[in-house]
């Protein structure tokens, strides 16, 4: 008697395809970081030196970044240039070595003033990031002949019953995107001709207190990275 045919094996499952864009949505609301913001300032730094940005532009997209909180906000920021600089290309002309800038990220610096006083000036390394605390206090950042080994800086200050002065030199760039609360929040504005030199962000906010940063007059970097 002949044996009866088996059964065939069912067809294996189909895997199930990945939840990409609920995880791009989740990583979108996370919280950006220094690192972060810094990332994307060296982007459009590097656009802008390779002419896909005008400086108007380059600006509004540097003030965007450093009032981001989330690196969902940051990615349009980006997402119509190159995300690594293109260096070495042969239809690219090189630029000089001693003009590029370092990438490295120094850790940040803070000046607390808390019924009392604090005051940063001379000749001292600025750091990418300074923060400035002033309580029923003063703050004092003299950064006219302070070396530069960053091209974007960023000074975030809070002002509360006290008062923040920054004073530059005439030949750097001077932004300011901050608040005042029943106080002052006074940044001198300015562009420097030359796309090389520093360039200072002033961030923050006062509270009953008063912020003030604004160009030094007859202070300038003769050499702007040292």
Same mark, same amino acid.
């Given at each position: 008697?002949?044996?009866?045919? !088996? &059964?065939? &094996?069912?067809?294996?499952? &189909? ?8 995880? #791009? ?7 950006? !970081?220094? =690192? ?21 532009? $380059? ?33 690219? #002309?090189?630029?000089?070595?001693? %003009?590029?800038?370092?990438? !490295?990220?120094?850790? %940040?610096?803070? @000046? *607390?003033?808390?019924?009392?006083? !604090? ?12 923060? =400035? ?22 000074? $975030? ?10 004073? *530059?030199?005439?030949?750097? #760039?001077?932004?300011? #995107?901050?608040?005042?609360? @029943? ?17 200072? $962000?002033?961030?923050?906010? &006062? *509270? ?19």
């Amino acid at each position: 008697m002949p044996e009866a045919a !088996s &059964a065939p &094996a069912p067809a294996p499952a &189909a895997p199930a395809a990945p939840a990409a864009p609920a995880a #791009s949505a989740a990583g979108a609301e996370l919280r950006a !970081s220094d =690192a972060d913001r810094d990332r994307i300032a060296d982007i459009l730094r590097e656009a802008l030196a390779e002419g896909r940005l005008q400086p108007e532009e $380059h600006a509004e997209r540097i003030d965007a970044v450093y009032r981001a909180k989330t690196l969902g906000e940051l990615e349009p920021l980006v997402r119509d240039l190159p995300t690594a600089p293109a260096r070495g290309a042969a239809t690219a #002309s090189p630029r000089d070595a001693e %003009s590029e800038w370092p990438r !490295s990220l120094p850790e %940040s610096e803070n @000046l *607390v003033a808390v019924f009392g006083g !604090s005051t940063r000036k001379g000749r001292w390394r600025v750091r990418r990031r300074t923060n =400035a605390l002033a309580v029923f206090g003063g703050v004092e950042i003299d950064l006219t002949e302070a070396v530069f080994e960053q091209q974007e800086i960023v000074i $975030h200050v809070v002002a509360a019953f006290g008062g923040v002065e920054i004073k *530059v030199p005439e030949n750097v #760039s001077l932004r300011g #995107s901050g608040a005042g609360i @029943l106080g002052g929040f006074d940044v001198t504005t300015y562009e420097a001709q030359d796309p090389d030199a520093p360039v200072i $962000h002033v961030t923050g906010f &006062a *509270v009953f207190g008063g912020v003030e940063a604004k160009p030094k007059r007859g202070k300038r970097l003769k050499n702007l990275r040292a």
